[in-house]
Each structure stands twice: as C-alpha cells, then as structure tokens.
C-alpha cells in the first residue's frame, strides 16, 4: 500500500538529518518511527492495565521461584523426569 505523507518543512529536515546520521533511508528512518510510537502505545496500554501488570507480576515470581522451565534442555529434562514417575 502506497502512502503519501505531507510533513511540516522544519519536521521533514529533522526526519532527513536523523535519516542521514543513522545511515537509513528516509523510508527506513519513518518506519522505525512509527514502529517505536506504535510499541510505546502498546507498552502504555499494558501498564495502564491493572490486570496485565498482575498476571506480569505473578510470572516473575514463578520465574524467580523456579516454577517455569526456561529453554529446550530444561523442557527435555522436565518431561524425562514426568515419565520416570
């Protein structure tokens, strides 16, 4: 999908000067931007939300307990000792 964006002239030398110091494409560097704006909203959305922080919480804490199983050698070694029982 083809897009046009119209951007004020200050705003659009800034977008070329941050393009030009990163070594991106002005497409590239509109992109990223609207990729972190769209992850900050998410995070925000997420930290607004009393439930997601709890439900975050209580992982952390079963991660810091030892509860979750991280990576194929512990999964592995979980399911040896299931089928020992």
């Given at each position: ?29 509109v ?6 704006f ?48």
């Amino acid at each position: 999908m083809a897009m046009t964006l119209r951007l004020d002239p200050d705003l659009d030398a800034e977008l070329r000067l941050a393009a030009e110091e990163d070594r991106r494409s002005v497409h590239q560097t509109v992109v990223l931007a609207i990729e972190t704006f769209l992850a900050l909203r998410e995070t925000a959305e997420v930290l607004s939300d009393a439930e997601a922080l709890r439900a975050l919480a209580d992982a952390r804490q079963a991660l810091s307990d030892g509860d979750i199983v991280v990576g194929v050698d512990a999964v592995r070694s979980l399911v040896r000792g299931r089928q020992a029982s």
